[in-house]
Structure formats: C-alpha cells, structure tokens
C-alpha cells in the first residue's frame, strides 16, 4: 500500500478593485499554472508550509488563514499525494526569490486566473474560496 504524501499550499492574493489570484508555473511541467504547494515537514504545521511554499515558489510573504479553504488529492510519480489548501493574503511580493529561475509568476484578476490553473480540482477550491473571501 502507497503512503499518501501530505502537502499544504496557498491561494495567494490581494483585494486591488478586485480579486487577484498570483499563479505560478509548475518546476516539474513548466507549461502548467498552479497554486504554491509542498511537502509537510516533521514538525511544521500546514499553515506554516503554505507561508514557506508561497515565499520559496513565488517570492511573497503574507498572512495564512487559520483553517484550510478546500482540499484535494492527486497522483504524480507513482505517488498518491493530499494537499490542504489556505488563502494568503499577500503582504508583499519580492524582486527575487529561491526559485525564480525555475518558476514564473503572474497575478490575475480571479477569472484570468481560473482560465489557466492547469487542475480542475485547484480551479474548483479557488472559485470556492473567492466567494468565501469576496467582500
């Protein structure tokens, strides 16, 4: 039986008249838009890697809600993984950043962002979050 890998990542976001989701493309398939995510550390809480993927993947730093906003599960590798997902909002968004040269990054109003995120499990808990968050 496979051990599922349990991962944590953020809906990154700021209110600038509107919804803006930042995306950023994948390491492993550069030409999929995806959401921050990792492996959860010994020791390290999801919401702590969600602050810690969204600074290494996407360069910004931010505030992490206290409970997931949705979840899914996938399968990559021959590895069966599960990824609970927080809102961040971002507080701010850096020049450079750990993995800049393997990533790009772009901040979308809400339904640019939907149109490109690769998933349609990402797509389905980010649409559920902005009404969640929408004011």
Request: proline letters at 5%; aromatic letters at 10%.
């Amino acid at each position: 039986m496979n051990k599922i890998i349990q991962q944590a990542g953020a809906i990154p976001f700021i209110f600038d008249k509107e919804l803006k989701v930042m995306i950023i493309t994948s390491k492993a398939f550069p030409d999929r838009w995806v959401l921050p995510k990792g492996h959860i550390e010994e020791n390290h809480s999801p919401q702590e890697t969600a602050v810690r993927e969204a600074f290494e993947e996407a360069g910004i730093h931010g505030v992490v809600s206290d409970i997931p906003v949705g979840a899914y599960d996938y399968h990559k590798f021959n590895r069966n993984y599960h990824v609970l997902i927080y809102m961040l909002k971002i507080t701010e968004t850096l020049d450079s950043w750990p993995e800049q040269t393997f990533r790009k990054r772009q901040l979308l109003p809400l339904k640019q962002a939907l149109a490109v995120l690769s998933d349609a499990n990402v797509r389905e808990i980010v649409t559920a979050a902005a009404d969640l968050y929408s004011v």
